[in-house]
């Protein structure tokens, strides 16, 4: 039993009721106000769902086949239909029915036998509640898209205004005139004062949405702190600042890349910010048992009522740089957001007129390479060997990283010639990890040149699948698996698991 009506304007309710008369009693109540359709049972109301989005359903809790728990699990999983709200009919009022239902997604309970009026009143309610979500969630994305818009033609507008200004300096520089060598910098500095404090404005905004979330993946520390320090190399000239730079620990921890990117981002921009010209800035990271940086000036410092209110939003600690450089102290509250959202903590030691030290750590994000999805590691591994063809030296070292626990000897080519005179030269390799494109030689040559010598060694080819045809070609070379760049650490664990149990 089915039946569709039209939305048109009125809210559309779905009806799902194994009991004709029950069925009959509700669209008597309902029927007037809004478009009803209606299921008779579990199976019959999915389907249902796959053709029409109602405003709310209507759901009984004991049916045959499909009881109504089961079907709200069903669409609670569901992405298409998921948020749409569920009120439970039922003649059972039991305390731990009713939890249950919570639990599972529903948002009220109407009992039997039904009350016309407490029907009517749920329905409202919901329904009311139901469009005035769905308009606020319409109301945001027309502003993110907005936000997006504005936020892009900005950032065009500062790139063009900071690319010129790089110009104006160098030209004007040949002339000796000092006033306009001085106004141009100033032009420069606050160009990029003015960009920075855009980027800190569009990272607060989706910090205090939700919009940035934990997403934790392998970093080379040094490629990752050098890349950050490479975007302030105009800057550090500009004020002739020199970075002591040191790195202690492990070369590739696992944490989020882009929240500890802004973090130290802000942390380098603010002492640049507050360090005097021709001075130094110390940056230390280590990287033993958690994250921690730190990055010290012997600038201004910060005076003991600015320093006790540092993260205070009430409190404005903002001031001039010490080349006049703008500063409304946001970067600072972003750091503490961040960090906080990471599991760790912030640490400030300033004096006024010695400078300032601040120091962030962070846990490790949990380590994924001593673990399978199942959470038990391969045992039979650990006797085994693996050789890692790669040229990419990053790739390389995330896999070291990932793996080294899990083989007893890890050997390293970084182009297929190599990996064929290794395998010719060490029998005791289990596994390979064979990257496709490399120079001298590639990786399906040096699988086929294996495989005239070698037929028991498992190859799994590490690819893109970026060209047509890809995929069968790594098994026509001799290839036993494959997979997809980038590598996901769980499906590489679970993918060699599978051929160290199998042999």
Known sequence: MEDIKTKQDKGLILIVDDNPN???VIAGVLGGEYSLSFANNGHNALKLLEKISPDLILLDVMMPGMNGFEVCKYIKESSSVKDIPIIFLTAKAEPEDIKRGYDMGAVDYITKPFNTTEIKMRVKTHLCLYK????VEFANKEKDKLFSIISHELKNMFTSIIGLSEILVEEIEDTNNRDLIDCSKRILTTSNSSLNLLSNLLVWSKVQVGKIRYTPTMIVVDEFSSEVLDFFKEQLNNKSISINHSISGDPVIESDRDMLGIILRNLIENAIKFSYSKSVIDLTIKTDTRVEITVKDYGVGIDDLTLKNLFNLEFNTGKPGTAGEQSTGLGLFIIKDLVDRMG???QVNSKEGKGSEFTVSIPFARDISQKTTLGVETQSAKESSLLIVEDDRTTDLVLT?????????IYHASNGKEAVDICRSNTSIDIILMDILM????GLEATRKIR?????VIIISQTVMSLPGEKEATFDAGCNDYIAKPINPVQLFNLIDKYIQNN
């Open 344 to 346: 760790g903590y912030i």
């Open 132 to 135: 005035s979500q769905k308009v």
């Open 401 to 409: 990283k990932l793996l080294n626990t899990r083989f007893k000897n």
């Open 439 to 442: 120079p001298e030689m590639d």
């Open 452 to 456: 005239e010598f070698n037929k028991e």
């Open 22 to 24: 029950n069925l009959k």
